[in-house]
T-cell receptor, first 110, second 116 residues
Framework: DAKTTQPPSMDCAEGRAANLPCNHS???????VYWYRQIHSQGPQYIIH???NNETNEMASLIITEDRKSSTLILPHATLRDTAVYYC???????????FGKGTRLSVIA | GAVVSQHPSRVICKSGTSVKIECRSL??????MFWYRQFPKQSLMLMAT?????????EQGVEKDKFLINHASLTLSTLTVTSAHPEDSSFYIC????????????FGPGTRLTVT
């Protein structure tokens, strides 16, 4: 897997956008970037994935830099229920299992 | 989205006994399933990969005789913790993979094992 680097923790005010950065400077041309989150005592939840283009779904937006060395997950209007650990993962290939780093602990504050 | 279930959600067992955890893909067939373990305040650690009908592949440091994995069908994998000890107490999470033009991994809700 490409090594990913995320800040250990972030705070975000409720209702504001949460922007979670991820550095993956060693990513190769065909490695996707996946984002999952884990709410306390639950299994990880898939959020979004992308290769080159920016992606958006009902949960979040993913912005990938042109050189693909970093990406940002955007939760447009964070709620208290978005408090979780967010993981950015770049598996070596589509066939390898997801390996989790330490992630970013996002705290959404009222 | 695809749903993965686990049973039981939590279990308490005595030291020396064995515990079986089931993982099911509810609305898709999973040729490959994964088992992870998570200790408090730590990230998920991959334990093993299991392919339907074949032996599981264990990550380095994971004892295959202690953590028995069976993947007998495309929708069911089981993890049996044999001769459990208090240090095996952990949060066990299974994951199932589906191919939708790209491999996508979905996770179960986890099983909290406490060994007394």
């Amino acid at each position: 897997d490409a090594k990913t680097t995320q800040p250990p923790s972030m705070d975000c005010a409720e209702g504001r956008a949460a922007n979670l950065p991820c550095n993956h400077s060693t990513i190769s041309g065909n490695e996707y970037v996946y984002w999952y989150r884990q709410i306390h005592s639950q299994g990880p939840q898939y959020i979004i994935h992308g290769l080159k283009n920016n992606e958006t779904n009902e949960m979040a937006s993913l912005i990938i830099t042109e050189d693909r060395k970093s990406s940002t997950l955007i939760l447009p209007h964070a709620t208290l229920r978005d408090t979780a650990v967010y993981y950015c993962i770049a598996p070596l290939s589509g066939n390898t299992p997801l390996v989790f780093g330490k992630g970013t602990r996002l705290s959404v504050i009222a | 989205g695809a749903v993965v279930s686990q049973h039981p959600s939590r279990v308490i067992c005595k030291s020396g006994t064995s515990v079986k955890i089931e993982c099911r893909s509810l609305d898709f067939q999973a040729t490959t399933m994964f088992w992870y373990r998570q200790f408090p305040k730590q990230s998920l650690m991959l334990m093993a990969t299991s392919n339907e009908g074949s032996k599981a592949t264990y990550e380095q440091g994971v004892e295959k005789d202690k953590f028995l994995i069976n993947h007998a069908s495309l929708t069911l994998s089981t993890l049996t913790v044999t001769s459990a000890h208090p240090e095996d107490s952990s949060f066990y999470i299974c994951s199932a993979r589906e191919f939708r033009g790209l491999y996508e991994q979905y996770f179960g809700p986890g099983t909290r094992l406490t060994v007394t």
